[in-house]
């Protein structure tokens, strides 16, 4: 970026130009990133606010904030969190004043899930991410800044997984089978109350028998080396 200043002599004639110039490549580079990140962030789907470290008053909200809470950028920048979002109930473990303390001390705040309070006063629960900003030097703490997600949606799948797994359990009891799923690493045995019943195993210890002692009582009743195969034949 350049300025040019006219020189004159006594008379007030111009006799030559002083020129000023400044390198502003890195300035505008970093203005560029600030850009994309603000449109990042006032696009995104998750509530992303910021917070001055002072106070710990909001500074930013955007538009994924609004639609999970319920108050409008006007209403929320300035405010106090405490205030806008935080239960009457404290969630257990959590400063009064909500997860901004733990930020500014530094301490990692990664999927915390919680319960934070919307406009319309629905205390509902969803999953925080939430670090210091910090100065280019590297020390000084500029802000703070949170993602919220709600988890709602994933609450209501599991709840939804939970009803059918048990109607499936019913069903199979019903019928006189019994059915059980290996857990992926760890070859445990997560089945239902009729796989105790099968191998005469007192309640809730199935679920704590490795994948191989089933096989063995398996094997043992079918006289298949792999129960999962059926004999050859003769």
């Known amino acids: 970026d350049e300025s040019w200043l006219p020189l004159r002599d006594a008379a007030?004639?111009?006799?030559?130009?002083?020129?000023?110039?400044?390198?502003?490549?890195?300035?505008?580079?970093?203005e560029a990133a600030a850009a994309?990140?603000?449109?990042?962030?006032a696009a995104s789907a998750d509530a992303i606010v910021s917070?001055?470290?002072?106070?710990?008053?909001?500074?930013?909200?955007?538009r994924g904030a609004e639609a999970l809470f319920g108050w409008t950028e006007a209403e929320a920048v300035g405010a106090h969190p405490a205030a806008l979002l935080m239960p009457d109930l404290v969630p257990e473990g959590e400063p009064a004043s909500g997860l901004l303390p733990w930020v500014m001390e530094g301490r990692?705040?990664?999927?915390?899930?919680?319960?934070?309070?919307?406009?319309?006063?629905?205390?509902?629960?969803?999953?925080?991410?939430?670090?210091?900003m910090l100065a280019p030097d590297g020390r000084r703490a500029i802000g703070a800044s949170a993602t919220f997600r709600d988890l709602?949606?994933?609450?209501?799948?599991?709840?939804?997984?939970a009803a059918e797994a048990a109607r499936a359990g019913l069903a199979l009891r019903a019928g006189g089978l019994v059915a059980w799923e290996v857990e992926p690493g760890t070859g445990?045995?997560?089945g239902d109350g009729g796989l105790a019943a099968l191998f005469g195993l007192a309640e809730g210890e199935a679920a704590?028998?490795?994948?191989?002692?089933?096989?063995?009582?398996?094997?043992?009743?079918?006289?298949?080396?792999?129960?999962?195969?059926?004999?050859?034949?003769?």
């Open 12 to 30: 007030g004639r111009v006799v030559g130009v002083h020129i000023v110039a400044e390198e502003v490549t890195g300035r505008r580079a970093a």
């Open 36 to 41: 994309r990140l603000a449109a990042i962030v």
């Open 51 to 62: 917070f001055d470290p002072a106070d710990g008053r909001i500074t930013s909200w955007n």
């Open 108 to 132: 990692p705040v990664q999927d915390h899930e919680t319960l934070r309070r919307t406009k319309s006063g629905e205390v509902i629960p969803v999953s925080v991410t939430a670090a210091r």
């Open 152 to 161: 709602r949606p994933r609450r209501a799948a599991e709840a939804a997984r």
């Open 188 to 190: 445990r045995i997560v």
């Open 208 to 234: 704590q028998r490795a994948i191989a002692t089933v096989d063995r009582e398996l094997t043992g009743l079918t006289g298949v080396d792999d129960p999962y195969e059926a004999p050859e034949s003769p």
